[in-house]
Each structure stands twice: as C-alpha cells, then as structure tokens.
Nanobody, 122 residues
Framework: VQVVESGGGLVQAGGSLRLSCAVSGDTFSSSTLAWFRRAPGKERESVATINWSGRKIDVADSVKGRFTISRDSAKNTVYLEINSLKPEATDFYYC????????????????WGQGTQVTVSS
C-alpha cells in the first residue's frame, strides 16, 4: 500500500482547502485512513480518521466543525476538507493507512505519505 497526498498550499485565513490522499494497493477497502498534522518540532497529531466502510469517523475536538474527512472507494482516495482556515492550521499534513479503526496514535499506522504543506496567512 502506498499513499500520496496533494492539495496543500498557501491560503488566506477564512479560506478553504481540500487535501487528497490517493491510495494504491489492494488493501484500501479494508484500511482505516487518517490525517495527521505536525508543526516543526512537535509530534504528529491526529486530525481525523475514517474506517474502511466510512461509518466510523473521528475528528479531533480542536478542529471539529471545520475539518471533514471522507473517502471515495471508486477512486481509492480519502479527502480532508478544511474550512474557515486559521493561521494555527499551518502545518505539514500527512495521510496514513492502518488496520484498526479509530486509532489516533501515529504508531498504529504503518503506511505514511510524504505529506503536504498547508500555510494559512493572516
């Protein structure tokens, strides 16, 4: 399984972005997919997770209401929709795949992408 993120960039505060994570390999349909973020010098923080069926979704309290995770099985892609962006959302965002639902610790995921940078200007 491989994951490749895209969609990051520079956006003004209040704007929106949609991050995409393309998943290759035959385990997409059985994997939990997650988005993490990491600021320089900090640990990776779980933002949102979605299980294989899309029925078990968890979003971090700090971003609930502004971040939405979804998956498209036909495209083998998971998305992170980010609305009402704030400067504190500036981070490197990573997509990860793992076998267990609702895991928020990075060590539960065994496949990681290279990440995509999101920068929010005030």
């Amino acid at each position: 399984v491989q994951v490749v993120e895209s969609g990051g960039g520079l956006v003004q505060a209040g704007g929106s972005l949609r991050l995409s994570c393309a998943v290759s390999g035959d385990t997409f349909s059985s994997s939990t997919l997650a988005w993490f973020r990491r600021a320089p010098g900090k640990e990776r923080e779980s933002v949102a997770t979605i299980n294989w069926s899309g029925r078990k979704i968890d979003v971090a309290d700090s971003v609930k209401g502004r971040f939405t995770i979804s998956r498209d099985s036909a495209k083998n892609t998971v998305y992170l929709e980010i609305n009402s962006l704030k400067p504190e959302a500036t981070d490197f965002y990573y997509c990860a795949a793992g076998p267990f639902a609702r895991e928020v610790v990075a060590t539960a995921y065994d496949v990681w992408g290279q990440g995509t940078q999101v920068t929010v200007s005030s």
